[in-house]
């Protein structure tokens, strides 16, 4: 079946500091992916997608590039703010699905915790 | 923009009782999804709707039921509670597209005492 395996954590940087958390996968056909981001207490709260190979998702300076031919799909941010300390889940889900079939797989998470 | 509404927001129970979890979409979604999230562990997916239909089945305890209604909201049943069952869950809406993302309600977390 689909899997993610993302890194452990946790992992605390400086701020300003290089961002980068590894993600890989396991699925057939040509997963959609994603990064998750859950604050304290929070939900899961969608930071970039990506849904084919040499996409590039960014959203508030974090990009994730799909690579098929390693299947992976990792976080990078340029800067880490405290701000950005959260949790970070990979996630994927088998494209191009209908009818209710798109769950999400998630990887364990990636705490990431960011000190001035 | 509306969002994804969860209730209750908190919830605590005793062993071997029972508890609703309620989950409204996002207007226009027609598909929700269930996942149970452990203490630090990932979601994990238990039972998804479309159309009032069920359309895909997870790993959701026997103890645990759920349905669509016709508004589209979604009630997750849960009976004989264990201390296991301990944990945040979350719904996530979609509307059905492909490659639509799913939208995330803020949980319901779960205490069973």
């Known amino acids: 079946g689909d899997s993610v395996t993302q890194m452990e954590g946790p992992v605390t940087l400086s701020e300003e500091a290089f961002l980068t958390i590894n993600c890989t996968y396991t699925?057939?056909?040509?997963?959609?992916l994603f990064w998750y981001v859950q604050y304290p207490g929070e939900g899961l709260q969608l930071l970039l997608k990506?849904?084919?190979?040499?996409d590039k998702g960014s959203n508030k300076g974090f990009e994730a590039t799909y690579r098929k031919e390693t299947t992976s799909f990792h976080l990078e941010k340029g800067s880490v703010q405290v701000s950005d300390s959260a949790v970070y889940f990979c996630?994927?889900?088998?494209?191009?699905?209908?009818?209710?079939?798109?769950?999400?797989?998630f990887g364990t998470g990636t705490q990431l915790k960011v000190e001035l | 923009a509306a969002g994804v509404i969860q209730s209750p927001r908190h919830l605590i129970k005793e062993k071997r009782e029972t508890a609703t979890l309620k989950c409204y979409p996002i207007?226009?979604?027609?598909?929700v999804y269930w996942y149970q999230q452990g203490p630090g562990q990932d979601p994990q997916f238990l039972i998804s709707?479309?159309?009032?239909?069920?359309?895909d089945k997870g790993s959701i305890p026997d103890r645990f039921s759920a349905q669509q209604f016709s508004d589209y909201h979604s009630e997750l049943n849960m009976s004989s509670l264990e201390l296991g069952d301990s944990a945040l869950y979350f719904c996530a809406t979609q509307q059905d597209r492909r490659d639509t993302e799913a939208f995330f309600g803020q949980g319901t977390r779960l205490t069973v005492v």
């Open positions: 207007p226009r979604h027609d598909t």
């Open positions: 996630a994927l889900v088998q494209g191009g699905v209908t009818g209710g079939g798109n769950k999400l797989t």
């Open positions: 699925a057939t056909g040509y997963p959609s």
């Open positions: 990506a849904t084919k190979a040499d």
């Open positions: 709707f479309y159309e009032k239909m069920q359309s």
